[in-house]
């Protein structure tokens, strides 16, 4: 996600956009969250620049370093921090919600920020989980931005592993109901639970979509210490497994990721599935509950000679199979048991909407740049106008990044404007 914002940046020109009639620059700085970013960075730190020195919003230079909590959590946010980047997803949108409003130091030595006044320093954080529920740390002024498909499923580093996993065994091995590889249909060796950090998104969906709302822990059946231990690691990546884990770990994994990831398997910075020669992670196929589907949300490409998401007729990554689209855009019901197939999610960019263009200075040419508005004929932003030539080559860019960009496809309540995102409202 952070490689296509930062294309819209135009290498640092920033995209034009045109907000209350005038045409203007919309420039994104990006706030690394890969807490193995931050050493290759000049002084270990990532500086956003201010608006200007007379700015009533975020006046100054702010320099992001690494959470020290990072990668088994994150450090908790107070109102008006600046400088610690948030490190997943729920972090990114907590920094947006707390943004609004209150009073709050002034970064890097410059004039105090004053109460009431929006902040304006985030205007946008980018999440791979829908809206959170009530008292969850969303406000009723935030709105998502779905501009990608992404699926999530199992991977595993073990030579032990079985090919397939139905949904319930998944969900068995994280709640230690089943611990060997033996239980499910492979080969004698025990199973050790790898599972991101407190603070993401890909952590959050795999919660409530794939363990059904059961937080894995350390107790019951995971009590037993030693290989029942639950590991948290960064996101995404199989880097952080241990030699003696080798044989043993299941993790969670992007499907778009691993696929761009495998497509870059020459390039040891981007290939982040490989944590020993010869061993690198692998996706594995899930069974839904009822038996009637079984699929890998990737499949191979004979004419580019790479892996991508499956977005083919017969496959599993489309919008029917998105919770959030089927109770969001009038369709079916969503129903695993007849057909619905687990994991498939929307990428987002998430706005606050507090106050119009008149509060939070940077809304308007953040929803012109990233959003749409979602009415019959409505005007679309760039990433979500791909009639557009800008647009055109963003599309291309998702695909390129492992994504599978969306259809102008309206429907009446997530998409009337025909754009290729859909539109969630937050929930406070």
């Known amino acids: 996600m952070t490689d296509i914002m930062n294309t819209l940046n135009n290498n640092g020109t920033g995209t034009n956009v045109t907000v209350n009639g005038a045409t203007t620059a919309a420039k994104t700085f990006n706030i690394p969250a890969s807490p193995a970013v931050y050493s290759a960075l000049p002084g270990n730190k990532f500086t956003v620049p201010g608006e200007s020195a007379t700015a009533t919003d975020c006046p100054n230079d702010i320099d992001w370093v690494k959470d020290p909590a990072a990668p088994s959590g994150n450090t908790a946010l107070s109102t008006g921090a600046r400088g610690t980047a948030p490190f997943g997803s729920t972090a990114g949108r907590n920094y947006l919600a707390t943004e609004s409003g209150g009073t709050g130091p002034a970064p ?75 239980q499910v249909g492979g080969q004698d060796g025990p199973i050790v639970r790898y599972l991101p950090q407190a603070g993401s998104g890909t952590r959050s969906f795999f919660i409530s979509d794939v363990l059904a709302n059961v937080t894995p ?28 884990d080798q044989d043993k770990a299941i993790l969670p994994y992007s499907a778009a990721l691993w696929a761009y990831q495998t497509s870059n398997s020459s390039n040891p910075t981007l290939d982040k599935r490989c944590p020993f020669k010869g061993a690198c992670a692998r996706l594995g196929y899930m069974t839904t509950t009822g038996g009637n589907v079984t699929a890998n949300p990737v499949r191979w490409n004979d004419i580019d000679g790479n892996f991508e998401l499956d977005t083919s007729a017969g496959g599993v990554v489309k919008d029917s199979n998105v ?74 860019f998702i695909i390129s990044a492992g994504f599978a960009p969306l259809t102008s496809t309206i429907n009446a309540i997530s998409n009337a404007a025909g754009s290729n995102c859909r539109e969630y409202p937050g929930v406070d």
């Open 323 to 396: 919770k959030q689209f089927q109770n969001n855009s009038g369709g079916p019901a969503w129903n695993e048991s007849t057909g619905s197939f687990i994991g498939v999610r929307y990428i987002y960019n998430v706005l606050d909407k507090v106050g119009g263009g008149a509060g939070r200075r940077g809304y308007q040419a953040a929803l012109a740049l990233l959003g749409f508005d979602n009415t019959t004929g409505g005007s679309k932003g760039v990433l979500c106008n791909n009639a557009s030539g800008v647009g055109i080559a963003l599309s291309a």
């Open 217 to 244: 822990d350390n107790s019951g059946n995971c009590a037993g210490g030693g290989d029942r231990t639950l590991r948290l690691v960064e996101e995404n990546q199989a880097l952080t497994v241990t030699s003696a």
């Open 108 to 182: 890097n030595g410059g004039p105090a920020e004053t109460a009431g006044q929006n902040f304006g320093c985030i205007d946008v954080a980018r999440s791979s989980s829908g809206p959170r529920g009530a008292g969850a740390g969303d406000k009723s002024t935030f709105r998502y931005y779905a501009f990608a498909l992404d699926a999530l499923t199992w991977a595993t580093t073990s030579t032990k592993a079985p090919l397939v996993l139905t949904h319930q065994q998944i969900r068995d091995i994280y709640l230690c109901n089943v611990t060997n590889w033996n």
